[in-house]
């Protein structure tokens, strides 16, 4: 076989949490009390308990048993992913969870097709009903469900709030304390879906109706009724919006709890009975009966004319009448008398006062008790699938249990109802050793491993105690009760003595020595249960226990209108001569059909402990847990598991979890799984004393083994997770390589085809073209036909090209010229004129041109208040001025002029003074150099002496200037570029000489020969 590691990973998916490492261990503690090493130490098991509350890791194993310890505060734990996160994954997989065990006993149920069920223990507020809903929420959540289903599964939740109105109160304990105990049956199909429900409900605490200890309440329902019911509904039943007026309320004094919002849970009760499926009329008699209630707690009797006992509140009558729909003279008749039977003849009798008050109370009892049952049984109706299905489990659906039933209970004073409890928990606790041991042996057996016989404390003869036909307690108490003469709670005292003295586990004030003497009452007898010894007070034993309705009490309501009271209370119970079942020997029955109901189904158990008494978070109060853990039995467990092997693991989880520790498992062991474990305990170095293999699983003995397996693997995985990551990277771009590949060969084989199919077209048109033009030239001379017509056209067509080609490309230059010539403005056809005049002499001539394009020419680049004092101008008017620096022809000092440019003549001016007047008739040329200086030589005529002669000038504007200076002296083909130096005339026939070279700035000197030197960069290449 080929083992092949699971995959771990992804959102809600199996997270491998085993708290390993030594530091988080002596922080949080151990998951599972198994691994405790020094496990026989009820210290070290409350001090792992305390350390994981303190982590607020509320939940902890034995083995396969939980042990919750109610935080008393929301936990974010319960969530949707929560649920996900422990779906399908293995117990031991993930830390323990109340989910775990959910879906553990889901996933057995429908891989071995067998029943289940979750016992569910523990103190009064330790977190049992709780932890079922959440149970019955992960069932309602996580299976499949169809339409029907749906309904069903809110019926089943919906179940809880109704009943928890009408079972629940508040304690001193608990302000939700369930004052019954429940079993509920979950039942599957078997797709695994949710197809019905049924419950069964175990001694409800009806003494709460009539009398409550101070600090307590009586049910939810009245105080619901009272604050959340329309004020024509309690007019209707004759109640006013307070509870202090109501007789069964106030004994407790605490109408209202901060926890508890009657109102808003007055709203969820009544759509939940809706939702349930009660039918309007039956809700409206529920409550009827609840208002009644409450009204014969307001019954009051008092002496009559006569000295007789009578009802002193006719109100309450009249409401008692007609809530109950019964007669009101029959009901008054009733509560005050009792008809007794002597000698075949009935007779009256009238009730003293104390009587008929015991007989209202006892009415209330019964008539609450009875509602509570038929509301289950109503309950049952609407969860019921198909009644024959629910009672084949032998049928293709299975069945998960919820029993949410009190834990073990010792009070200051402790009657009859905790003597019921505490005898049920003794019965769950025989139950639970007995299973544990049984799965136990049962593994080993299994497995083929040698059971190691375990010893535990067998709490057999307590039970019988209480229960052996003819000798238990049980039938003394109903011996008693029948017993015809005076039968008192002293005398089943004593009778008691008589035949339980001796047993080991029962003792009274008589039968004690000295020291247990003084512990126990005259009115007290002890019992030693397997979680401590309790001293029961015997008062009340006989009444509680014959839970008697005086007979004509029963007829007045027999005779109801009420639909739900007449369910309740059959007729044939009057006539029915056959005394009824004492209440005692009614919780026993019951309890043994509990027991077979568990004994056939597979159990999961869920140990609640409660860590403080306030009803605080984060308070571990350990002497209470002490208390706790050692009724819950659950040192007495831990032994049990640990007898043998301290931890045991399916050889698949085991190799998957530690083979990276053992070279020759890892990363995959291809042999049979066995071999493969045999490999890795023989590498860890395990002794032969320390473990076991079976047949499917390896059994560890000590947990120090565990560990040290768990340390390496936690010093093994930095490497682990370093390679896991290497691979993941490397598998991730590969993949990643490998669909921008695929893309690009896509896209690749896309182009090459589009572009393929495109040359095929244009080669079958270049062939076409081609073919035709070949037969357009052999049919040419024809006329025009087909074959020819394409030939002729296009011989036509490109001869007109030909032709017009350049033709059109002329004329559409000159049209775009002629457009944008007449959109031109006057300013700038100036401007570009002289642009293109300044282009034609200077353009490939002088180094600065190109510089000199894009700056604009001016008007003048002196402003009119400038020249405006020269005298001499006469008509003429400066056109342009700029600012230019005069060379003289000897020596090439340099004086600052401004030279003006009129129509006629140009000037020299210094402050406001004409120096020079060069007459443009008398110019002959201009010389600059090719160069980027800004030099420029006047050429003007000898012969004229008015003139001076030439005149050398530099000006930053050259360009511009000699342009316009061209210009206005029509003087365009009189500009001259000269390379290396201009030759100028000095006075009286002498000439001077300017050189130029090129250099790396501008720079003016006098040279050799008496020339002037002018050096300037190269501006252009
Ligand atoms: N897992 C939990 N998370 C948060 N609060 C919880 C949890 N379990 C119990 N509690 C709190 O403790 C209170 C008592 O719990 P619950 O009613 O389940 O006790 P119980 O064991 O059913 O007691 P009783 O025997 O009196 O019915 C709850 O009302 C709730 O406030
Ligand atoms: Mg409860």
């Known amino acids: 076989m080929r083992y092949r590691g699971r995959e771990v990973g992804g959102e809600g998916r199996v997270n491998l949490v085993m708290e390993s490492t030594l530091t988080a261990r002596d922080r949080m503690g151990v998951q599972d009390f198994v691994l405790l090493e020094n496990y026989t130490s009820e210290a070290a098991f409350i001090e792992n308990l305390r350390r994981r509350f303190g982590e607020n890791l509320i939940y902890t194993y034995i083995g396969s048993v939980l042990v919750s310890v109610n935080p008393n505060k929301d936990l974010e734990i319960y969530s949707k992913v929560h649920m996900e996160r422990y779906r399908g994954v293995s117990f031991y997989e993930i830390s323990p969870h109340i989910f775990a065990v959910s879906d553990n006993t889901y996933r057995a149920m429908r891989t071995e097709r067998r029943d289940q069920c979750i016992l569910i223990s523990g103190e009064s507020g330790a977190g049992k009903t709780e932890a079922s809903k ?31 109105a009408f079972g629940n109160a508040k304690t001193l304990r608990n302000d939700n304390s369930s004052r019954f105990g429940k079993y509920m049956d979950v039942q599957f199909d078997f797709r695994g879906a949710s197809i019905g429900g049924h419950i069964l409900n175990y001694l409800l605490e009806k003494s709460r109706v009539v009398h409550q200890n101070h600090g307590e309440r009586n049910f939810h329902i009245f105080y619901q009724l009272l604050e959340g019911g329309k004020q024509d509904l309690l007019s209707k039943l004759g109640l006013e919006r307070n509870a202090q007026k109501y007789q069964y309320l106030v004994k407790g004094c605490c109408p209202r ?16 009975l809706t939702i349930i499926g009660l039918r309007e009329d039956e809700v409206e008699d529920l409550w009827n009966i609840i208002a009644s209630v409450l009204h014969l707690g307001n019954t009051q009797f008092g002496e009559g004319e006569n000295g007789e006992n009578q009802i002193t509140t006719e109100p309450q009558l009249k409401y008692l009448s007609k809530l109950l729909g019964v007669d009101g003279a029959a009901l008054r008749e009733a509560l005050t008398h009792k008809k007794l039977t002597a000698k075949g003849e009935e007779m009256i009798s009238p009730l003293s006062f104390e009587q ?14 009875r509602t509570f049952t038929w509301l289950v049984v109503k309950i049952n109706q609407s969860l019921a699938f198909k009644d024959e299905v629910y009672n084949s489990s032998k049928g293709s659906s299975s069945v998960i249990g919820l029993l949410d039933i009190y834990g073990f209970e010792v009070f200051q004073h402790n009657s009859f109802e905790q003597f019921c409890i505490n005898y049920c928990n003794e019965k769950l606790q025989q139950l639970f050793i007995e299973l544990t041991l049984k799965s136990e042996q049962e593994e080993y057996k299994a497995e083929g491993i040698t059971w190691e016989p375990v010893k535990y404390f067998d ?22 009760c029948l017993r015809p003469g005076e039968p008192s709670d002293i005398s089943f005292l004593k009778k008691l003595e008589d035949t339980l003295g001796g047993h080991a586990h029962f003792v009274t004030h008589k039968l004690a020595n000295g020291k247990t003497r003084k512990a126990v009452g005259r009115e007290e007898f002890r019992l030693i249960h397997y979680a401590g010894e309790v001293n029961y007070t015997v008062n009340g034993f006989l009444d509680k226990n014959n839970d008697l309705l005086y007979r004509n009490l029963k007829e007045v309501i027999c005779q109801s209108d009420n639909q739900v009271l007449s369910q309740c209370f059959h007729r044939e119970e009057v006539t029915d001569q056959k005394r009824p079942e004492t209440a005692a020997t009614q919780f026993k029955n019951s309890l043994a059909k509990l027991i077979e109901i568990l004994m056939s189904k597979e159990p999961s158990y869920v140990r609640c402990i409660k860590p403080n008494d306030a009803k605080q978070s984060g308070r571990f109060d350990e002497a209470l847990v002490r208390h706790q853990v050692k009724y819950l039995g659950l040192m007495e467990n831990l032994r049990v598991r640990r007898a043998g ?10 190799l998957q979890r530690y083979k ?3 070279p020759g498992t890892w990363p995959n062991w291809e042999g049979r799984l066995a071999d493969g474990v045999t490999t890795l305990v023989q590498h860890l170095g395990y002794k032969p004393e320390e473990y076991k293999l079976g047949k499917t699983k390896i059994f560890i003995r000590y947990p120090k083994t565990l560990f040290s397996t768990e340390d390496a693997l936690e010093a093994r995985r930095p490497a682990l997770v370093l390679t896991l990551q290497t691979s993941w990277r490397g598998y991730r771009e590969r993949a990643k390589y490998h669909r921008i590949r695929q893309a690009v060969l896509v896209i690749q084989s896309a182009w090459r085809g589009m572009k393929s199919r495109q040359r095929t077209r244009r080669r079958r048109h270049a062939v076409d073209i081609i073919r035709k ?12 036909c087909p074959e020819n017509e394409y030939f002729l056209d296009h011989q036509r067509f490109s001869f007109l090209m030909t032709l017009a080609s350049e033709h059109l490309c002329m004329l559409c230059m000159q049209n775009m010229m002629w457009a944008y010539c007449r959109r031109i403005q006057p300013e700038w056809k100036k401007q570009m004129e002289q642009k293109v005049l300044a282009s034609q002499i200077f353009k490939h001539q002088k180094d600065s041109y190109p510089q000199s394009v894009p700056k604009l020419f001016v008007a003048s680049r002196l402003n009119s208040e400038e020249f405006k004092v020269i005298p001499t101008l006469g008509n003429d008017k400066v056109k342009y001025g700029v600012t230019v620096t005069k060379y003289d022809r000897r020596g090439y000092k340099a004086r600052p002029r401004q030279l003006l440019l009129t129509s006629s003549f140009a000037m020299l001016v210094s402050e406001a003074k004409l120096k020079q007047r060069i007459d443009y008739a008398a110019l002959r040329s201009i010389s600059v150099s090719s160069l980027s200086d800004g030099f420029m030589v006047l050429h003007v005529a000898s012969e004229d002496n008015k003139q001076k002669s030439d005149v050398v000038l530099q000006c930053d504007h050259v360009i511009e200037v000699v342009t316009k200076l061209a210009t206005m002296a029509d003087k365009k083909n009189k500009v001259n570029m000269s390379q290396d130096s201009i030759t100028f005339a000095v006075a009286r026939g002498k000439e ?26 190269k501006l252009n290449p």
């Open 992 to 1017: 001077g000489v300017i050189d130029f070279t090129s250099g790396p700035e501008l720079k003016v000197a006098k040279g050799k020969k008496g020339h002037l030197l002018v050096t300037a960069p």
């Open 459 to 480: 709490n057999k003869n307590i039970c019988d105690l209480v229960e052996e036909k003819h000798k238990g307690f049980i039938s003394i108490l109903d011996e008693e």
């Open 257 to 272: 709890v901060s926890s508890i919002n009657d109102k808003n849970d007055w709203k969820t009760v009544r759509k939940a």
């Open 660 to 662: 990276s520790l053992c």
């Open 134 to 164: 959440k149970i019955l929420q992960y069932y309602a959540t996580t299976c499949p469900v169809t339409d029907h289903m749906s309904t069903l599964r809110d019926r089943l939740l919906q179940s809880n709030p109704v009943l928890e």
């Open 645 to 654: 092997f301290a931890y045991r693991r399916c050889y698949e989880a085991f």
């Open 773 to 784: 033009f070949i037969k357009g030239f052999i049919y040419r001379h024809y006329e025009r």
């Open 356 to 369: 008929a008050v015991a007989a209202r109370d006892a009415l209330a009892k019964a008539v609450y008790g």
